[in-house]
């Protein structure tokens, strides 16, 4: 379903304007007053959109203001807001879902929604359709809905087809839609341009020129937007066309209620202070940080207050967020009181963790590692505060060695350099029973604890050569293998000796480490 709202602009702007003078708006409320919606260019002031009495007038979308005002040198002109007509139409999108599992933004005035297999929830496609623009003329908007088997037909028929059209599945496409003009296939003004002066005005012409010189014309052209052709084809449903849903997102909201209203700065800088701490936690747990900020104030009398402010980066430092409406609290006027304080992260993105460093968090919030050292070792005495140093050494359990806190580190050591070792590592390794396929294979089930676990998943292995200068001429190499259980569960597991290696009987398996 294809829903073309042709006053979109005007339509947002007239709602605008009852709610500013607190009245309902029914859709006539703007007929005496010839008004123009502008953009700047580099030519100057144009027509993006006209109401009703302007366009009787003859102003035109497209027009420049200057030629508008020759015409009705009354014409009131507004700046159009085109950011703000995107969101609108986005947040339709999203209240258009009520007829459709999903529905898409077609800029910058339509939406389509998709239908299939929903029409007999509402008694039909006749029924539906009906429901939608009795709903879209409830909310002041004006629309031409349309329904096909294809967005780019429905399309077609909502913009230039009868009002309310709808074309069955088991209708023939091309038929029907040959009377259209080739405008119908939406493509760019430099195109159409080309087609009509090649004589192609409608759809049905373009059936009677061949495929190879028309592809050879426009040979190049790429861009949906630029190939007739390719249009032609998503228009009967030849070649299927990707459309973008709109996905509804939660925005990260935090509030205080205040049981009394407050009026004086001070207070105000608490509960913005503790605003700042709730929305970095929020964010923090979303996985997210903010952009754009913007920070509400209800007063006692009922107005609302709004500050806003957009960030450089994404973030979530609340002590950040605090210095930045410091400024901008400054002519909050309170009257009687304000008693909601509400703060919403209008955009955000995506922000991963990070591990901190300690030193440097410490010296901002002054404190630091020794600090905690030294207060540690004065409460609980120096031979009961431990700290782990490295050690040069390629087997796990001799990698780190237990000092006292003050202890300095060896100097001169060249600390070796491991893959990935998983955070949680036993006492002991722990010897298991291991079935694996072939003698040197990658292990199938272990034993341990009494528990048997079937083994999914294996990487390996990462052989530890044994340290021959500390032991034995008789020492064996290990085989180190990260595994991962049918429960999700992985493990550090190795072979202790290879076979034939001459170093002892067969090999055995131990279990020496815990990932998270």
């Not at 202070?273 to 709730?278: K, N, P, Q, R, S």
């Not at 199938?444 to 034995?472: L, N, S, T």
Request: glycine residues 8%; aromatic residues 6%; proline residues 6%.
């Amino acid at each position: 379903m294809a829903i073309w709202l042709e006053r979109l602009a005007i339509d947002r702007w007239r709602h605008n304007e009852a709610r500013a003078h607190g009245v309902a708006s029914d859709g006539e409320g703007d007929s005496a007053r010839p008004v123009a919606l502008i953009c700047e260019t580099t030519h100057g002031p144009r027509i993006e959109a006209v109401n009703a009495a302007a366009f009787e007038n003859g102003a035109r979308r497209g027009m420049m203001l200057a030629d508008a005002r020759t015409l009705f040198p009354r014409l009131k002109a507004i700046p159009a807001d085109l950011s703000g007509d995107l969101a609108f139409l986005e947040r339709l999108a999203i209240w258009a879902r009520r007829w459709g599992p999903w529905s898409s933004v077609d800029t910058p005035d339509g939406l389509l929604v998709d239908i299939t297999a929903v029409a007999h929830l509402f008694g039909g496609e006749q029924a539906l359709l009906a429901d939608a623009q009795a709903r879209f003329a409830r909310q002041g908007l004006a629309a031409r809905i349309a329904v096909a088997p294809t967005a780019g037909a429905a399309w077609a028929l909502a913009h230039f087809g009868p009002e309310g059209a709808i074309l069955a599945p088991e209708a023939e496409p091309e038929r029907h839609l040959a009377p259209l003009p080739v405008a119908a296939l939406r493509l760019d003004e430099e195109t159409l341009l080309v087609l009509r002066r090649l004589g192609l005005k409608k759809i049905s012409d373009l059936y009677e020129i061949d495929r190879d010189s028309l592809k050879r014309r426009f040979r190049g052209h790429r861009s949906p937007h630029t190939s007739p052709l390719l249009r032609l084809d998503q228009l009967l449903g030849r070649i299927p066309e990707p459309l973008l849903p709109v996905l509804e997102t939660e925005q990260a909201i935090v509030q205080r209620r205040l049981t009394e209203p407050i009026r004086y700065r001070p207070l105000l800088d608490r509960v913005m202070a503790d605003l700042a701490g709730d929305m970095a936690r929020e964010l923090e747990a979303r996985g997210e940080g903010a952009r754009r900020l913007e920070l509400g104030l209800w007063r006692v009398d009922g107005e609302v207050l709004l500050r806003s402010l957009e960030l450089a980066a994404a973030t979530r430092e609340a002590a950040h967020f605090i210095r930045l409406f410091a400024s901008r609290l400054d002519d909050i006027e309170a009257g009687f009181g304000i008693e909601l304080v509400r703060l919403r992260a209008v955009w955000t993105q995506r922000m991963t963790l990070g591990q901190e460093d300690l030193e440097a968090t410490a010296a901002r919030h002054g404190a630091s590692l020794s600090d905690c050292i030294d207060r540690l070792s004065v409460r609980l005495g120096a031979d009961h505060v431990h700290r782990p140093l490295p050690r040069v050494s390629h087997l796990p359990e001799r990698a780190q060695i237990w000092c006292p806190p003050l202890a300095r580190e060896p100097a001169g050591q060249a600390r070796p350099v491991f893959r990935a070792r998983p955070l949680k590592l036993l006492d002991r390794p722990e010897a298991i029973a291991v079935l694996y396929a072939a003698p040197d294979g990658l292990p199938r089930q272990f034993r341990w604890r009494g528990e048997v676990h079937e083994v999914v998943r294996a990487e390996g292995p990462e052989r530890i050569a044994p340290e021959w200068w500390r032991e034995r001429a008789s020492a064996r190499a290990r085989d180190y293998y990260r595994i991962e259980d049918k429960t999700g569960r992985r493990y550090w597991i190795y072979r202790h000796g290879i076979i034939g290696d001459g170093r002892g009987g067969a090999p055995e398996w131990f279990l020496q480490g815990l990932y998270a």
